[in-house]
């Protein structure tokens, strides 16, 4: 070998011994002892409580000789953490002993408790009393049931079938028994004062006919139970018995052609009382302005023991006066009524009724002055009676028959028909103020006499 690769191979050897003689200098060296760094200044420690004995203390010394750290466990908790509960410290019974409070005792009661006595609130639910069909939330149980409170729900106005009103898009309006009750209505102009777009007691108090108008049209043509009542004119429609309806529908607008010829204003649909599964009645006796007089009746149930048969009995007769002199308002009023119910989808009703009216012509056709503003003599007092007691009058004697007919083929389809024979007796006779001019009806320069005419 040359002397060159001989000093390389000596290089090598002591590289490699002081390589391994730094690694077992490092494997030799005493460990020094492990200390617990501090916590930072942010952080939060929890160390427990710990009893020091003699014991203790000297293999703490033997410990720290041994170069091992005495120190309890430290449990760190920062900012950003949520804090662990601390541990439950374990009671010792011979050290202390720890008497926890018992619960006090309820009161013992009769009554069990309320999750052990509580039913659904179906099952102690009231029935619906209404002429069949099941009642919806709040709502009557059909478009002819009475109405529970001012609010109906359906009516068979708009489509002549039984439709929830949220699913009719014309205006409709319904005046329920409870309402007409609580208004105390004697006709059908006063029920209808308090529905929109209408104007009642379009000729003011009249005993012959009911006058109203709808969206300022006046609507002449009446409808009872989506028939219409009589042909003619006003003088053969002698004014409805409120006592004997059920509900009062006013139909708004243009719709109202649904029923044919009608006002374009919009039509009123009455709906009569009929037979209720559930028995109820009353009878009332009644005293009012004008020496009015009257006694009603109301009675309805079933006829048989299985309900396939139902009835009502309507009745009123009044004896009484008007605010003119020498015009009564005596009437007679019978609405019987029967249902046959062979199946729950199937019913035929009958109604009938019967009145009898003696009366007059409350609208005296009084001249401009002295009604509507004050003339030389001060205004025409309210009860003058320009006619005679003799010849005035106003006689009416009508009765009808009508047959309703209806059957609900699936949820979808239905039957219904409607049948009416009515017949009416009017005389109506009148003298009334002749008023070629308005604006000069007196005869005399004292303007107090008029001219008279005679209708009949």
């Given at each position: 070998m040359t002397g060159r690769a001989t000093l390389r191979v000596l290089l090598m050897l002591s590289l490699i011994v002081s390589v391994h003689g730094a690694a077992k200098a490092q494997t030799v060296e005493p460990e020094a002892p492990a200390t617990t760094p501090a916590a930072p200044a942010a952080e939060e420690t929890r160390q427990p409580a710990q009893q020091v004995s003699p014991e203790g203390n000297a293999q703490d010394k033997e410990s720290a000789a041994s170069g091992q750290s005495t120190l309890p466990p430290v449990e760190v908790i920062t900012e950003n953490e949520p804090a662990a509960p601390p541990p439950k410290p374990k009671v010792q019974k011979k050290a202390s002993k720890q008497t926890v409070p018992s619960k006090p005792r309820a009161a013992k009661s009769s009554t069990p408790p309320?999750?052990?006595?509580?039913?659904?609130?179906?099952?102690?639910?009231?029935?619906?009393?209404?002429?069949?069909?099941?009642?919806?939330?709040?709502?009557?149980?059909?478009?002819?049931?009475?109405?529970?409170?001012?609010?109906?729900?359906?009516?068979?106005?708009?489509?002549?079938?039984?439709?929830?009103?949220?699913?009719i898009p014309q205006g409709i309006t319904v005046v329920g028994r409870e309402q007409m009750e609580d208004q105390g209505v004697e006709s059908l102009q006063e029920a209808v004062r308090y529905s929109p777009s209408v104007v009642a007691d379009l000729y003011g108090e009249d005993t012959r006919n009911d006058g109203f108008a709808i969206r300022g049209q006046e609507a002449t043509e009446q409808f009872l139970d989506g028939m219409r009542r009589f042909y003619g004119n006003y003088l053969n429609a002698p004014r409805i018995e409120p006592y004997g309806l059920e509900r009062i529908e006013i139909l708004r607008g243009p719709s109202a052609m649904l029923y044919g010829q009608s006002g374009v204003g919009g039509t009123v649909n009455m709906v009569s009382k009929r037979p209720?599964?559930?028995?109820?009645?009353?009878?009332?006796?009644?005293?009012?302005?004008?020496?009015?007089?009257?006694?009603?009746?109301d009675v309805t149930g079933p006829a048989t023991a299985d309900g396939m048969w139902t009835y009502r009995l309507v009745?009123?007769?009044?004896?009484?006066?008007?605010?003119?002199?020498?015009?009564?308002?005596?009437?007679?009023?019978?609405?019987?009524?029967?249902?046959?119910?062979?199946?729950?989808?199937?019913?035929?009703?009958?109604?009938?009724?019967?009145?009898?009216?003696?009366?007059?012509?409350?609208?005296?056709f009084l001249?401009?002055?002295?009604?509507?503003?004050?003339?030389?003599?001060?205004?025409?007092?309210?009860?003058?009676?320009?006619?005679?007691?003799?010849?005035?009058?106003?006689?009416?004697?009508?009765?009808?028959?009508?047959?309703?007919?209806?059957?609900?083929?699936d949820e979808t389809w239905s039957v219904y028909q409607g049948l009416r024979y009515s017949h009416s007796d009017i005389s109506y006779a009148q003298i009334f103020p002749y008023l070629p001019d308005r604006l000069e009806p007196f005869l005399d320069a004292d303007r107090r006499t008029i001219g008279r005419d005679l209708s009949f």
């Open positions: 309320a999750q052990q006595t509580s039913v659904p609130s179906a099952a102690v639910s009231a029935p619906d009393t209404g002429g069949g069909g099941s009642s919806s939330s709040g709502g009557e149980a059909n478009a002819f049931a009475p109405v529970k409170g001012y609010v109906a729900t359906r009516s068979a106005s708009g489509t002549k079938t039984d439709t929830p009103l949220s699913e209720q599964d559930g028995f109820g009645g009353e009878i009332g006796v009644t005293y009012g302005s004008h020496d009015s007089k009257d006694v009603r009746f009745g009123l007769g009044r004896d009484a006066d008007t605010q003119v002199d020498f015009v009564p308002d005596d009437r007679l009023f019978l609405a019987p009524s029967l249902t046959f119910r062979p199946g729950v989808d199937t019913s035929f009703t009958l109604l009938g009724h019967v009145g009898r009216d003696r009366s007059g012509s409350t609208v005296q001249p401009h002055e002295g009604t509507l503003f004050a003339g030389p003599h001060g205004f025409i007092p309210v009860n003058r009676f320009v006619g005679e007691p003799d010849i005035d009058h106003y006689d009416a004697d009508t009765w009808s028959v009508t047959l309703l007919a209806d059957h609900k083929i």
